[in-house]
């Protein structure tokens, strides 16, 4: 528990109402959207300004409190969930679009604004800010940043790191950093930003954020290509990617997700197909016109059973719908839905989802896998009952397996969900002892009482 | 003190549906109340993870859980868009049962349900005192919506609430059965707000009933819906209006049971089966009977009655109209074309939308009693896309969000008409 004098000084600086120390209030900030144990918190609090930001973590530098950030709590790899008897911080109400610039391309954002609100606004303006994380509805750019969020956009426009230009963020003691600025060209001092983007929280709390933001293209273009067999349609991932042409989204979908989704949504998916690919081209309409033929005729003569065009934006939407609903549709089959991000080189995606195949048999489980292909980044989606030890326990050994797998192919732990608690074991296996030291005494130089998120990515 | 080991094993009936919770936190992008507090025990999430906790004895006392888990509209924007298909009403309501049948009913709310709402003939003659004695308390606030506000400032605050009419549907209209030509037959549960504020709703019920050939049973002595007593926890308030409703209406004939009221359908179709292991199973079959025979009026003259058949074209002086989708219609049953075809079907009507038609306005029964300044936030952005489409007049199904829409634009001293779609469609007749 906080002592009495530390809470009444945490509502000074905060006003009351932004202090939360109920029972229930900090339960509610012990979980995030990973399959892990809840850990209750000592204190929840709701800066609304940045000066309060920077004073609550100096508070807590000060009495050695743990600090765990949190924006919309839908972190896969419990990076938001807290450190028992530490402090949550809210990013809720720092939540303002401070500046969306037209003539230099940039914006400037609160660590709390909603990623989906933000491109919404971009795109108001006939700007673009591409990355697009599948819970980009509530994820906020702050996350998004602390996580390095990629999305279905990633093979042709990349992820959130691409679009950083610079960072405002406070360090353990609460003192204002800033990292690079809001032109294309810097090179003033340490890449900071670079650091920063993708710690989890470990190394500093953001204050600000400068986002790059790009024209929007003119015109899309999407298409269905069905396969009976999975390594032809990885095959014909590689194949488009060698005829140098790279789509916006290039995803891929298994027999077993196929089907589920077809069972729950009836959009008209081939239920015996082996795989599917969800393909969108995008650009000036020409442009679009030419790609979208080419990768057509690429899938045919790869030997694709059929193509469905997308024709008009219904059917565009019809060619979604299936992919969004990938994850509802499997999540409804069991109680407990545990998603991985694994991801290998393109090319091993076959052997990949052989070896998917390979553990889901061995272990007895039911294993959906969908993704984003093109950029070798699936997701491998284990349909469980968290309540059943006996089969938890094949479950664990099952994401055992699927991380060894995707090692061997000279592939990495995680894509885009962050290592946070879930995966920290296994980061010395990638990336060896000495990586893992260097880091440690980075972590340990800036944040020498390890207030900063501690034990999430390095452990410790 | 509270036992919470018992507690518990209560909470345990639920583990099955909390358990497909996957926490992904996507009812943050659609929770009302959430866009106000962003407190995360104001979305489902976070009150599942409370419920969860519950059962795994992390508390050391239960006052707050329930506090929190009544801080909730109970529309159902966080069900309808849930990706794994959670049941978070069926859940809410089954845990506000359970919270309160175990830390117990607040004297006023056990005087309120069980004194006076859960029987209909005492309740109805004492809101018709309260009908000829209301002038003394409360004052004209706005004579375009006739809205009233309240001469001293307790209970209903800064309010601007419509009024209990002066005669109730019940004294306007007598008992009815009248059988049709059509050769269909319909009860017509006419609900509290109808019956008690808006009569004029009830009687375009049974004006476009009438039109359309359709026999009408239209008792006397009617009971509340049983919603009130339930989303308090009082079940056994609720049970005994069920049963009362299902002694007046369960002996007849019916083709259909119609309602216009939103909140009303949706309790009778869903709540009622829901809560339906609490009767005998001959009250069981009956309950089932009537859940599947209830449907909202537009629903029944579009759907059975083929309005939608008679195509209208609007004249250039049509009024222009918007629509708000009650929650309990739309997101509870999935009902949203049919009463904007009955609006169109009227010849000197223009359907405009409003920007998120369907989302909430706020209302959410006794949590504006309770929580006032959130509701009044939520209705307020309801207001601005009301007023955005340049009506002249919002049309609605439900007398809840009625109340509420009213009170919203009064305090704006908007002039915008609030009005039932089956008022719009009665005055075409």
């Known amino acids: 528990m906080i002592e009495k004098t530390l809470l009444s000084e945490f509502q000074r600086v905060l006003g009351r109402e932004n202090v939360f120390h109920e029972e229930a209030d900090r339960l509610s900030y012990s979980y995030d959207a990973a399959v892990l144990d809840q850990v209750l918190p000592a204190l929840a609090l709701r800066p609304l300004s940045s000066e309060a930001l920077g004073q609550a973590i100096r508070l807590c530098n000060e009495n050695s409190l743990p600090l765990t950030v949190r924006g919309a709590g839908t972190n896969l790899s419990g990076g938001t969930i807290p450190n028992e008897g530490g402090v949550v911080i809210l990013t809720t109400a720092l939540n303002r679009i401070v500046e969306i610039n037209e003539g230099d391309l940039y914006a400037i954002v609160q660590p709390g604004v909603v990623t989906a609100k933000f491109a919404a606004e971009v795109e108001a303006k006939g700007l673009f800010y591409p990355p697009d994380p599948g819970s980009q509805a509530v994820s906020t750019i702050g996350g998004n940043v602390a996580e390095n969020a990629g999305g279905l956009r990633g093979l042709r426009y990349g992820v959130t790191r691409d679009y950083v230009m610079g960072l405002e963020f406070f360090d353990s003691n609460g003192e204002l950093v800033k990292a690079g600025a809001r032109t294309v ?20 709390v953001f204050n600000r954020i400068i986002l790059k933001l790009i024209p929007m293209p003119a015109a899309k273009k999407a298409m269905m290509a069905i396969f009976d067999d999975v390594p032809k349609a990885s095959e014909t991932v590689a194949a488009i990617i060698a005829n140098r042409i790279v789509p ?14 077809e069972d729950f949504s009836h959009v008209g998916l081939p239920t015996d197909a082996a795989a599917l690919l969800l393909i969108e081209v995008d650009g000036h309409p020409v442009q679009v016109a030419d790609d979208a033929l080419r990768v057509e005729e690429l899938c045919r003569r790869m030997g694709a059973m059929e193509v469905r065009v997308a024709e008009t934006a219904q059917e565009r939407d019809k060619v979604w719908e299936a992919r969004r609903a990938a994850l509802s549709a499997l999540s409804r089959i069991r109680p407990t839905t545990v998603l991985e991000d694994a991801t290998v080189p393109r090319s091993k995606i076959p052997e990949m989802i052989a070896g998917i195949e390979g553990i889901a048999r061995k272990f007895d489980l039911k294993i959906g896998t969908f993704g984003h292909a093109g950029d070798g980044n699936l997701h491998p989606t284990i349909l469980t009952d968290r309540r059943n030890a006996e089969e938890w326990a094949r479950v664990e050994h099952a994401i055992d397996s699927i991380f060894e797998k995707a090692l061997e192919l000279g592939g990495t732990l995680s894509g885009e969900h962050g290592i946070g608690t879930a995966k920290s074991r296994f980061l010395e296996k990638e990336v060896g002892r000495g990586t893992i030291a260097y880091s440690r005494r980075i972590k340990a130089a800036l944040d020498p009482k390890n207030i900063l998120n501690p034990g999430k990515i390095i452990g410790g | 003190m509270y036992d919470l080991k018992k507690l518990a094993k209560l ?9 497909t919770c996957m926490r992904c936190g996507m009812c943050q992008s659609v929770c009302p109340v959430f866009a106000e507090t962003g407190r995360e025990s104001d979305v489902a999430r976070g009150k599942l993870a409370l419920l969860d906790a519950l059962i795994k004895e992390l508390f050391t006392e239960p006052g707050g859980v329930n506090e929190r888990l009544n801080h909730c509209l109970l529309c159902g924007s966080c069900a309808a868009n849930c990706p794994s298909g ?48 209301q002038k003394a308390f409360i004052k004209s606030a706005d004579q375009f919506l006739g809205t009233s506000c309240a001469r001293l400032s307790f209970p209903l605050a800064n309010r601007h609430f419509k009024a209990l009419a002066p005669v109730p549907f019940h004294n306007l209209v007598d008992a009815i059965d009248s059988a049709g030509k059509s050769g269909i037959k319909v009860g017509f549960f006419t609900g509290c707000v109808i019956d008690k504020i808006f009569p004029e709703v009830g009687q375009a019920v049974v004006r476009s009933l009438n039109h359309h050939g359709t026999g009408i ?7 509340c819906c049983g919603i009130p007593a339930l989303s308090s926890g009082d079940s056994a308030a609720f049970s005994r209006l069920v049963r009362h409703n299902l002694e007046i209406f369960s002996a007849q004939k019916l083709d259909y049971l119609v309602t216009a009221c939103a909140t009303c359908t949706s309790t009778i179709k869903k709540l009622w089966p829901m ?65 904007r075809k ?25 949590f504006n009693l309770k929580h006032y300044e959130i509701s009044a936030s939520i209705g307020k952005r309801k207001r601005d896309n009301i007023v955005a489409t340049d009506c002249s007049t919002v049309a609605t ?12 634009l009064s305090q704006e001293g908007d002039r915008i008409q609030v009005r039932h779609v089956i008022e719009i469609y009665a005055d075409s007749l």
């Open chain 1, 248 to 261: 916006v989204t290039l995803e891929f979908m298994d027999n077993f997700t196929i089907r589920a989704v």
């Open chain 2, 397 to 408: 199904s439900c007398p809840a969000c009625m109340l509420q829409i009213n009170d919203m």
């Open chain 1, 185 to 204: 060209k810097c090179v003033t001092g340490y890449n900071l930003g670079g650091l920063l983007v993708g710690s989890e929280g470990t190394l500093g």
């Open chain 2, 342 to 366: 009955l609006i169109s079907a009227n010849p000197n009507c223009h359907l405009k939308e409003m920007a998120e038609a369907d989302r909430c306005c706020g209302c959410g029964g006794s």
């Open chain 2, 11 to 19: 909470v345990q009936q639920l583990e099955d549906q909390l358990i």
């Open chain 2, 217 to 223: 049973f239209l008792p006397q002595d009617q009971g």
């Open chain 2, 86 to 133: 959670v049941k978070v009403l069926d859940i809410f309501i089954k845990a506000r049962v359970i919270l309160t049948g175990y830390m117990g009913l607040s004297p006023a709310k056990r005087l309120i349900f069980r004194g006076i709402l859960s029987q209909p003939r005492f309740f109805d003659r004492l809101l018709e005192l309260g009908a000829s004695f």
């Open chain 2, 275 to 339: 809560m339906a292991p609490d009767f005998s199973e001959e009250e069981q079959a009956q309950i089932q009977a009537i859940a599947e025979k209830t449907m909202d009026i537009s629903q029944f003259l579009i759907d059975v009655a083929g309005v939608d058949k008679v195509s209208v074209t609007p004249g250039n002086e049509a009024t222009t109209i918007t629509y708000h989708d009650p929650c309990h219609l739309k997101k509870s049953l999935g009902i949203s074309e049919q009463p």
